[in-house]
């Protein structure tokens, strides 16, 4: 380690920030920012400089002078800094990174907010929920987020949602710019993974010409040879090609299109010739007597010998609802009404608002006499907008001991209820199955919510024995939620068909905090293919006859 000036003040630095960070003496921590600064212009080097000249340099102090002692004698390490760092979770400390919020404002996300690392931040921005604190408008909110999304763009993993576009347009370009090559995507992207590390083609184009025009656009090469070229540009995505003559294109396209452990069971079949030529991806799996498999399955082992569904797999035109959506009378950025005219204008039947539950105070969770002028306002909604109908639920929060937010008396008053957790999320796999468990018992749960509260690259959920959780659904009739949110996902795709096995039902849900949010719908379906959920078991595309007579159903059998 070289302990020069300019570590010297990054250190300083980030104990001045830290230090503001946990609410410590501002002018102590003042002090820290400002040698910071004047050490980062110093041209004489600290740390080769006596102890006996050091205290006479100005800009030095005592307190400033024996912290770089410290750090020259013990290796760069700095006792009090290391405290500070100790106490604070790696993902604020992160926060620093992000343009716009400062060592005060980050103070308010972490202990106001509870937020504790950059993707739950960029989550909160998309549910409007850092204009309702202090010093956060709504210019500094859309700041906030385009500056993460920045940020995150440069880590190395990416949403599935966040790469899309891209993939599509890189993929446009080339075509058009090398036509007499075939491009085929395959890789993760193809098969629907949430979370992309690379995105990759197969093509029939040289190696030597991508090269030579990819170079030519500011990318850089990364590993390159006869078959394989990879490369980086601006996005900080590698984009991988593999190079195939057209005899071998769709043999190189299936087993790229294949995870490890899908592959290595494949490649155990009696019927798979390495050799032959395949004119299609669908000749290879009639050649190996296997029924064709759509790439977003090709992730288990298990795939090649379980059952498979009875039906089409489900497809985005086949959601018929908006479940599970916030309003403006909580933490939503669009009326009621607004969400309701979007929704029939995409064609949907109907719309269940689900606003959060009092104890999301930090999203204006509605009280009891709340609820009842809500309820008010979306019977009158209803009597406009009919034959459309807007249902009346709420994402109730589970609270520490499992129980729901609400007397039966106030849940019994929704049409549906979608119990979730929202707080405590650091919890013993103990702690959180009985929270969980407890909530599906509880027979006004209609849907539980974002099973493990997990947000990818950002937040792993909370730890829980999925098994147990999908038998206690089947046994208490509780619809298992697939969170649509590009940065949830959750309940997790390789969990799907058990769920579908046991006889549950699972709900695609935007859990849409604007208009834009329904868009989101699409994701869950991506998601819920890898699963192999075919549109009669999943409830959201129930039709509104149907979706009024499951509830109606579920009523009775509950006896409430």
């Known amino acids: 380690?070289?302990?020069?000036?300019?570590?010297?003040?990054?250190?300083?630095?980030?104990?001045?920030?830290?230090?503001?960070?946990?609410?410590?003496?501002?002018?102590?921590?003042?002090?820290?920012?400002?040698?910071?600064?004047?050490?980062?212009?110093?041209?004489?080097?600290?740390?080769?400089?006596?102890?006996?000249?050091?205290?006479?340099?100005?800009?030095?102090?005592?307190?400033?002078?024996?912290?770089?002692?410290?750090?020259?004698?013990?290796?760069?390490?700095?006792?009090?800094l290391e405290e500070y760092i100790e106490?604070?979770?790696?993902?604020?400390?992160?926060?620093?990174?992000?343009?716009?919020?400062?060592?005060?404002?980050?103070?308010?996300?972490?202990?106001?907010?509870?937020?504790?690392?950059?993707?739950?931040?960029l989550y909160a921005c998309n549910e409007n929920r850092l204009m309702l604190y202090k010093g956060f408008g709504e210019k500094t909110q859309k700041n906030v987020q385009d500056s993460i999304e920045f940020y995150m763009r440069s880590q190395g993993s990416h949403l599935y949602a966040d790469t899309e576009a891209y993939a599509l347009a890189i993929e446009k370009t080339l075509q058009e710019q090398l036509p007499a090559g075939r491009f085929a995507i395959t890789g993760e992207f193809r098969r629907q993974q949430p979370v992309i590390d690379q995105l990759a083609w197969v093509t029939t184009a040289s190696i030597q010409d991508l090269q030579s025009f990819l170079e030519a656009n500011n990318f850089s090469t990364i590993e390159t040879s006869d078959a394989i070229l990879t490369v980086k540009g601006q996005e900080n995505i590698p984009l991988k090609f593999y190079h195939a003559a057209?005899?071998?294109?769709?043999?190189?396209?299936?087993?790229?299109?294949?995870?490890?452990?899908?592959?290595?069971?494949?490649?155990?079949?009696?019927?798979?010739?390495?050799?032959?030529?395949?004119?299609?991806?669908?000749?290879?799996?009639?050649n190996t007597n296997i029924p064709y498999i759509v790439p977003a399955m090709r992730e288990?082992?298990?795939?090649?010998?379980?059952?498979?569904?009875?039906?089409?797999?489900?497809?985005?035109?086949?959601?018929?609802?908006?479940?599970?959506?916030?309003?403006?009378?909580?933490?939503?950025?669009?009326t009621i009404e607004e969400m309701a005219k979007a929704a029939i204008a995409k064609g949907y039947q109907y719309l269940v608002i689900s606003d959060h539950?009092?104890?999301?105070?930090?999203?204006?969770?509605?009280?009891?006499?709340?609820?009842?002028?809500?309820?008010?306002?979306?019977?009158?909604?209803?009597?406009?907008?009919?034959?459309?109908?807007?249902?009346?639920?709420?994402?109730?929060?589970?609270?520490?001991d499992?129980?729901?937010?609400?007397?039966?008396?106030?849940?019994?008053?929704?049409?549906?209820?979608?119990?979730?957790?929202?707080?405590?999320?650091?919890?013993?796999?103990?702690?959180?199955?009985?929270?969980?468990?407890?909530?599906?018992?509880?027979?006004?749960?209609?849907?539980?919510?974002?099973?493990?509260g997990r947000l990818l690259l950002s937040r792993p959920g909370y730890p829980l024995d999925h098994k147990t959780i999908i038998d206690t659904c089947a046994a208490n009739n509780v619809v298992i939620e697939i969170n649509a949110h590009p940065r949830r996902l959750d309940i997790d795709w390789r969990w799907i068909d058990y769920a579908m096995e046991k006889n549950v039902l699972l709900s695609i849900d935007p859990d849409a905090h604007s208009i834009d949010g329904f868009d989101d719908c699409r994701y869950g379906v991506l998601a819920a293919q890898k699963g192999g959920l075919t549109a009669d078991r999943n409830l959201s595309s129930f039709s509104l006859p149907a979706f009024e007579a499951f509830l109606a159903q579920r009523k009775a059998t509950k006896g409430i």
Request: hydrophobic share 40%; glycine share 6%.
């Open 1 to 80: 380690m070289t302990i020069d000036n300019s570590y010297l003040a990054d250190q300083f630095d980030l104990l001045s920030k830290l230090m503001d960070i946990h609410g410590e003496n501002s002018f102590k921590s003042k002090t820290y920012s400002v040698a910071a600064f004047n050490i980062e212009k110093m041209t004489q080097e600290l740390a080769t400089t006596p102890p006996g000249e050091l205290f006479s340099i100005k800009g030095i102090g005592e307190s400033v002078g024996k912290k770089i002692i410290e750090m020259v004698q013990q290796d760069g390490r700095l006792k009090v």
């Open 87 to 121: 106490k604070t979770p790696p993902g604020v400390i992160e926060m620093l990174h992000i343009k716009g919020i400062g060592p005060k404002k980050i103070a308010t996300i972490w202990k106001e907010m509870g937020v504790e690392s950059i993707g739950e931040l």
């Open 246 to 286: 057209d005899n071998v294109f769709y043999k190189i396209l299936f087993t790229t299109s294949c995870s490890e452990d899908f592959a290595q069971a494949w490649q155990a079949l009696p019927g798979w010739d390495t050799n032959a030529t395949y004119t299609s991806e669908e000749a290879i799996f009639t």
């Open 300 to 334: 288990k082992a298990t795939t090649l010998t379980a059952a498979f569904p009875t039906g089409t797999l489900i497809q985005p035109s086949d959601i018929k609802a908006i479940i599970h959506s916030h309003s403006d009378w909580s933490d939503g950025a669009n």
């Open 357 to 400: 539950s009092k104890s999301a105070f930090y999203a204006k969770g509605l009280s009891e006499e709340r609820i009842k002028e809500q309820h008010h306002y979306i019977d009158e909604l209803n009597k406009k907008l009919a034959p459309f109908r807007i249902f009346k639920s709420i994402e109730c929060d589970i609270l520490n």
């Open 402 to 452: 499992g129980s729901l937010d609400y007397s039966d008396a106030i849940l019994g008053t929704f049409d549906l209820v979608i119990a979730s957790v929202h707080s405590n999320l650091k919890m013993t796999e103990e702690k959180a199955m009985m929270r969980v468990m407890n909530a599906i018992r509880n027979p006004y749960t209609t849907i539980l919510g974002h099973m493990t």
